[in-house]
């Protein structure tokens, strides 16, 4: 069945007069129909659902496109149909049971126009949480009833504040064992520092869970119906009523710390009215201030129809949220922050962010979303970083892997378009004369290498099509031909990151492919000043070459160890200006090249140049390079260097036996526990462990908790590798060139 409620009277009649499949079909011709219409600003939501692994984000996002009439029947993640859920459209997703890529769509409740965004909860895709956010207004941060919140929920609660994104925290899986609400409420409060209250609590738990209170209306919902789709309100039952009223003074407490007017109202003793507290939640919400916190099960259909209505009270529309483009000021040379209008109309200069590079059926398929302005299908449209022309052929809607023809967009929508030969987070503008850039998202650098080799030499071309394509899709997917081990090397998040693209490859390709043993990406680093002052000199007949750098390389702060800095200290003309970006281009060459102790790539460091010597007719870009590569040689023998290495956050989830066995785990792999979360049946430990060591920890972890302990880890920082570990990866290093050396002579 689908929900009928919010539709209009004329069409519940003729939905009474038709059998179950027309009925299911001709909601949703209505609701895509009523979608073509232009709503105003106050009637769209942009938002994103993200999450932990496994908290029940695509499930959600399932419920949410039947409840809405989106889809006519619903479908599992990991279903027994073989169908698989609609927003997992990949078929790797279908089968591993996660999201790889995040999948948009849109649907109407109650009139108005959701776009939504399902990202992957895996820390290897988290790109994908950043670009979604990035062009969202508002998000559902979902949390697992027992897992409550975990390392990946803290990494996109980070994300959230980065882009100053309000959110709704929803605590799904109410209907599990071992479902405590109150102790992720804790959570929330304690580990993300958010002022957060209940607007809703569980009739019951686990196999128990039978409906929803609403704190704010003190009325009681079942959910009712094979799916759930119909909602009945009732009087709270006896038992629950005396905690329904203190859960709502608690929240009026909460909100009031938030909001200046409930806090004056707070102050004066004064009831709010159900409008005035719904008011003061949306207010405080906006500003980041309050986080409403919904309670259900997706599972089994009970508190997403709620949700959505949270989703339109509580999260912002487009013009709610203050969006800015970048423009240089020509006499001051810095650059300033232009507010943009998010008007629906065509006043305003046209303009977008292209969030997401997808390769499509009909070629490269270009996710964007709309600031300002109205774009319709045939115009010209300029990309602001390259200058160059694209004339718009087709404007799409997604739904998940569905696309739907419109033939304009306006302000706060997000779309899709063929045949753009751009970048991600690229801005295109319907006048370049504007000279506005929309401010990119944030993109972490890869953690592991590995090597991979084409199975069949006749595949050649199939996997530079692949490389090609996933490397301008996937900012994070790294490649490069290392020309001293004659392998090609990839480079990602993690393990399951490089895994999925080589699956990837042989599927979507027919490209075999073998990866390599692991690498970890380490950095080198100086761990004190150190002077250079290096000479290049050649005048032995026809074109020389003379320049001289002097300066000093020091080290950054341990905050900033992943930086390259570069600064010009230079007085008067002994080095001409000229020639300043010819060595600042060598010195990041040479820093991407690899340092002396293992050939890793150098970061931290600051290249300060302070003086040096040129001559009117020998000096040339090409002297300055080479004098510079010289310094960078010499510092390699006489500073003092350290490798650095990342570490990584690791949450372990395993069974109450086994926690000695774990904890043993932890400390051999040179671990350092950060948090020990007790419980009666499973314990939840946090430690920071080299990612140098957390090769193989997945097969010890199920020999030793029976197959039931699971693990999750991300990206934490980089940090100084300890010097017996150093001085073993030192010679290591030395032995492979010297095969290499070898192996090179017997060639010869």
Same mark, same amino acid.
């Not at 890869?446 to 084409?454: C, E």
């Not at 281009?585 to 300060?608: L, N």
């Given at each position: 069945?689908?929900?009928?409620?919010?539709?209009?009277?004329?069409?519940?009649?003729?939905?009474?007069?038709?059998?179950?499949?027309?009925?299911?079909?001709?909601?949703?011709?209505?609701?895509?129909?009523?979608?073509?219409?232009?709503?105003?600003?106050?009637?769209?939501?942009?938002?994103?659902?993200?999450?932990?692994?496994?908290?029940?984000?695509?499930?959600?996002?399932?419920?949410?496109?039947?409840?809405?009439?989106?889809?006519?029947?619903?479908?599992?993640?990991?279903?027994?149909?073989?169908?698989?859920?609609?927003?997992?459209?990949?078929?790797?997703?279908?089968?591993?049971?996660?999201?790889?890529?995040?999948?948009?769509?849109?649907?109407?409740?109650?009139?108005?126009?959701?776009?939504?965004?399902?990202?992957?909860?895996?820390?290897?895709?988290?790109?994908?949480?950043?670009?979604?956010?990035?062009?969202?207004?508002?998000?559902?941060?979902?949390?697992?009833?027992?897992?409550?919140?975990?390392?990946?929920?803290?990494?996109?609660?980070?994300?959230?504040?980065?882009?100053?994104?309000?959110?709704?925290?929803?605590?799904?899986?109410?209907?599990?064992?071992?479902?405590?609400?109150?102790?992720?409420?804790?959570?929330?409060?304690?580990?993300?520092?958010?002022?957060?209250?209940?607007?809703?609590?569980?009739?019951?738990?686990?196999?128990?869970?039978?409906?929803?209170?609403?704190?704010?209306?003190?009325?009681?919902?079942?959910?009712?119906?094979?799916?759930?789709?119909?909602?009945?309100?009732?009087?709270?039952?006896?038992?629950? $009523?005396?905690?329904? @009223?203190?859960?709502? /003074?608690? !929240?009026?407490?909460?909100? =009031? %710390?938030?909001? #200046?007017?409930?806090? &004056?109202?707070?102050?004066?003793?004064?009831?709010?009215?159900?409008?005035?507290?719904?008011?003061?939640?949306?207010?405080?919400?906006?500003?980041?201030?309050?986080?409403?916190?919904?309670?259900?099960?997706?599972?089994?259909?009970?508190?997403?129809?709620?949700?959505?209505?949270?989703?339109?009270?509580?999260?912002?529309?487009?013009?709610?949220?203050?969006?800015?483009?970048?423009?240089?000021?020509?006499?001051?040379?810095?650059?300033?922050?232009?507010?943009?209008?998010?008007?629906?109309?065509?006043?305003?200069?046209?303009?977008?962010?292209?969030?997401?590079?997808?390769?499509?059926?009909?070629?490269?398929?270009?996710?964007?979303?709309?600031?300002?302005?109205?774009?319709?299908?045939?115009?010209?449209?300029?990309?602001? $970083?390259?200058?160059? @022309?694209?004339?718009? /052929?087709? !404007?799409?809607?997604?739904? =998940? %892997?569905?696309? #739907?023809?419109?033939? &304009?967009?306006?302000?706060?929508?997000?779309?899709?378009?063929?045949?753009?030969?751009?970048?991600?987070?690229?801005?295109?503008?319907?006048?370049?004369?504007?000279?506005?850039?929309?401010?990119?998202?944030?993109?972490?650098?890869?953690?592991?290498?590995?090597?991979?080799?084409?199975?069949?030499?006749?595949?050649?071309?199939?996997?530079?099509?692949?490389?090609?394509?996933?490397?301008?899709?996937?900012?994070?997917?790294?490649?490069?031909?290392?020309?001293?081990?004659?392998?090609?090397?990839?480079?990602?998040?993690?393990?399951?990151?490089?895994?999925?693209?080589?699956?990837?490859?042989?599927?979507?390709?027919?490209?075999?492919?073998?990866?390599?043993?692991?690498?970890?990406?380490?950095?080198?680093?100086?761990?004190?000043?150190?002077?250079?002052?290096?000479?290049?000199?050649?005048?032995?007949?026809?074109?020389?070459?003379?320049?001289?750098?002097?300066?000093?390389?020091?080290?950054?702060?341990?905050?900033?160890?992943?930086?390259?800095?570069?600064?010009?200290?230079?007085?008067?003309?002994?080095?001409?200006?000229?020639?300043?970006?010819?060595?600042?281009?060598?010195?990041?060459?040479?820093?991407?090249?690899?340092?002396?102790?293992?050939?890793?790539?150098?970061?931290?460091?600051?290249?300060?140049?302070?003086?040096?010597?040129?001559?009117?007719?020998?000096?040339?870009?090409?002297?300055?390079?080479?004098?510079?590569?010289?310094?960078?040689?010499?510092?390699?023998?006489?500073?003092?260097?350290?490798?650095?290495?990342?570490?990584?956050?690791?949450?372990?989830?395993?069974?109450?036996?086994?926690?000695?066995?774990?904890?043993?785990?932890?400390?051999?792999?040179?671990?350092?526990?950060?948090?020990?979360?007790?419980?009666?049946?499973?314990?939840?430990?946090?430690?920071?462990?080299?990612?140098?060591?957390?090769?193989?920890?997945?097969?010890?972890?199920?020999?030793?908790?029976?197959?039931?302990?699971?693990?999750?880890?991300?990206?934490?920082?980089?940090?100084?590798?300890?010097?017996?570990?150093?001085?073993?990866?030192?010679?290591?290093?030395?032995?492979?060139?010297?095969?290499?050396?070898?192996?090179?002579?017997?060639?010869?």
């Amino acid at each position: 069945m689908v929900l009928t409620q919010h539709l209009p009277r004329q069409f519940r009649q003729f939905l009474r007069a038709k059998d179950l499949l027309s009925v299911q079909k001709e909601s949703r011709r209505f609701v895509a129909k009523k979608f073509t219409e232009h709503k105003e600003n106050e009637q769209i939501r942009n938002i994103g659902i993200s999450a932990h692994i496994d908290s029940g984000k695509t499930t959600l996002t399932e419920r949410i496109l039947y409840y809405t009439g989106r889809i006519s029947e619903m479908h599992e993640v990991k279903g027994k149909d073989n169908v698989g859920a609609t927003m997992d459209s990949m078929e790797l997703e279908r089968q591993r049971g996660i999201t790889i890529q995040s999948a948009a769509t849109y649907t109407l409740w109650k009139d108005h126009n959701i776009n939504i965004i399902d990202t992957p909860g895996h820390v290897d895709f988290t790109v994908e949480v950043e670009r979604a956010l990035r062009v969202l207004d508002g998000a559902v941060l979902v949390l697992c009833a027992v897992g409550g919140v975990q390392s990946q929920t803290l990494t996109v609660n980070r994300q959230m504040k980065r882009y100053n994104v309000p959110c709704l925290a929803f605590i799904n899986k109410l209907d599990r064992l071992g479902a405590n609400h109150e102790r992720v409420m804790k959570q929330i409060r304690s580990k993300m520092g958010h002022n957060a209250a209940f607007i809703q609590i569980p009739i019951g738990l686990e196999g128990e869970t039978k409906g929803i209170i609403d704190i704010i209306k003190q009325q009681a919902m079942y959910f009712e119906g094979d799916c759930g789709d119909i909602v009945r309100y009732d009087e709270i039952p006896q038992e629950y $009523r005396a905690e329904a @009223k203190d859960k709502k /003074s608690e !929240l009026i407490e909460h909100v =009031a %710390n938030a909001d #200046e007017k409930l806090g &004056e109202m707070f102050l004066e003793e004064k009831t709010p009215t159900e409008n005035e507290l719904v008011a003061a939640i949306r207010r405080s919400t906006l500003k980041r201030q309050f986080v409403p916190v919904l309670v259900g099960t997706a599972l089994k259909n009970k508190g997403v129809q709620p949700l959505l209505d949270a989703v339109l009270y509580y999260l912002p529309c487009p013009h709610e949220v203050e969006n800015y483009a970048l423009k240089e000021n020509p006499t001051t040379k810095e650059t300033e922050k232009v507010v943009l209008n998010p008007a629906r109309t065509k006043d305003n200069p046209f303009l977008s962010l292209a969030f997401k590079l997808e390769a499509g059926r009909f070629g490269q398929l270009t996710y964007m979303r709309c600031y300002q302005g109205v774009l319709s299908k045939g115009e010209t449209i300029y990309n602001a $970083r390259t200058g160059k @022309k694209i004339r718009i /052929s087709r !404007l799409v809607r997604l739904h =998940a %892997n569905e696309m #739907e023809d419109v033939d &304009e967009v306006r302000a706060g929508d997000i779309f899709a378009t063929f045949g753009v030969d751009c970048s991600s987070g690229d801005t295109f503008v319907s006048d370049k004369r504007l000279e506005l850039t929309m401010e990119s998202m944030f993109i972490p650098d890869p953690v592991l290498s590995m090597s991979i080799k084409v199975n069949n030499s006749k595949d050649r071309d199939s996997f530079a099509k692949a490389i090609q394509r996933f490397t301008k899709e996937d900012p994070t997917f790294h490649y490069k031909y290392d020309v001293e081990s004659r392998e090609t090397i990839v480079s990602g998040m993690g393990e399951l990151h490089l895994e999925i693209y080589a699956q990837r490859m042989e599927r979507e390709y027919n490209c075999p492919v073998t990866l390599g043993k692991p690498k970890v990406s380490f950095r080198e680093t100086v761990l004190a000043p150190c002077e250079y002052d290096y000479f290049h000199k050649k005048q032995s007949g026809g074109a020389g070459q003379y320049a001289r750098v002097i300066g000093i390389l020091e080290p950054l702060p341990a905050t900033h160890n992943t930086k390259l800095d570069f600064v010009d200290e230079t007085v008067g003309t002994n080095v001409p200006a000229c020639y300043v970006p010819a060595i600042m281009k060598e010195f990041i060459r040479m820093s991407e090249v690899g340092g002396p102790v293992t050939g890793s790539r150098i970061s931290g460091v600051r290249f300060r140049l302070q003086d040096g010597d040129s001559h009117c007719v020998d000096s040339s870009d090409l002297a300055f390079q080479l004098a510079t590569e010289g310094a960078m040689k010499d510092l390699y023998r006489d500073a003092n260097w350290q490798l650095l290495e990342p570490i990584m956050t690791v949450e372990v989830v395993a069974p109450v036996e086994s926690q000695g066995s774990v904890m043993g785990m932890v400390s051999k792999r040179s671990g350092i526990i950060v948090a020990n979360e007790p419980g009666l049946e499973w314990f939840t430990i946090v430690a920071e462990i080299p990612l140098n060591e957390m090769f193989g920890f997945v097969g010890e972890l199920r020999s030793n908790t029976q197959g039931k302990g699971e693990y999750t880890m991300e990206y934490a920082r980089y940090s100084p590798t300890p010097s017996s570990r150093q001085e073993k990866l030192h010679t290591e290093y030395l032995e492979s060139l010297e095969l290499q050396t070898r192996q090179q002579k017997k060639k010869n």
